[in-house]
């Protein structure tokens, strides 16, 4: 028998063009505003080149101790180059202070601050009505949170929210029992890592299976590949 070994065997699809993970942007730069100095601070990301008057917004929200943004800095500006206002809320001093319990409030107040910061300067106008949130690790935990919780935090409610590999580790402080207090128009979107040794999927699947009110909800499991080369 033989095998027929394929390009495609070898090197990944090339990146679209037109889509959410497309390589054609509505704006070419990103200027960022830096008002982290407390524990509830935040940076600001808006897209420019050209100059929009108003824009979506995504809040971001870090893991446990990945306060710096350069983190995550490819994500983060792909989402502002497709035409986004990014928020990225710094709800920690350090590793040991503040108590988790205290993360939701520091995110809320984070997001207020930046908003009002938008609607009182001379920058691009927040469009609030379809908020997202997007949470890695424990700023899954955080954004899960936030989503049940908007209006006594006094943030605008969220469309959607999007937990990359969320989980809280041994800190439960901004965890809830139970997600049955989403909206039920939301779009949910969890996403786990089935070799992940860090926070596993516990707390994604309590949030997908505790929310059924949900009817959008989907849940994504991400699977190692080892075909081709390099490995996926």
């Not at 993360?103 to 997202?132: C, E, S, W």
């Not at 929210?161 to 939301?186: H, M, N, R």
Request: aromatic share 12%.
């Amino acid at each position: 028998m033989v095998q027929v070994l394929l390009v495609s065997d070898f090197f990944p699809s090339a990146q679209p063009e037109f889509c959410p993970g497309g390589a054609v942007f509505d704006s070419r730069d990103v200027v960022f505003t830096d008002r982290s100095e407390e524990v509830d601070g935040y940076w600001l990301y808006e897209p420019d080149n050209p100059r929009m008057d108003s824009a979506h917004v995504i809040v971001f929200v870090h893991g446990y101790g990945a306060m710096n943004p350069m983190i995550y800095g490819g994500w983060i500006k792909h989402l502002v180059r497709k035409g986004n206002i990014v928020i990225f809320p710094r709800y920690q001093k350090n590793l040991f202070s503040p108590p988790p319990e205290d993360f939701p409030y520091n995110t809320a107040k984070a997001i207020k601050d930046a908003l009002a910061f938008l609607d009182t300067t001379d920058h691009i106008k927040p469009i609030t009505r379809h908020l997202t949130l997007v949470g890695h690790s424990y700023g899954g935990v955080i954004s899960a949170n936030l989503a049940v919780n908007y209006d006594d935090l006094g943030i605008p409610k969220p469309k959607a929210i999007f937990l990359c590999t969320p989980g809280s580790g041994p800190f439960k402080g901004a965890v809830l029992p139970d997600y049955g207090g989403l909206p039920e128009d939301l779009k949910l979107l969890v996403m786990v890592s089935d070799r992940d040794r860090v926070v596993g999927d516990k707390f994604g699947l309590r949030v997908f299976n505790t929310a059924p009110q949900v009817a959008t909800r989907n849940f994504i499991r991400q699977y190692p590949d080892k075909h081709g080369d390099p490995n996926i």
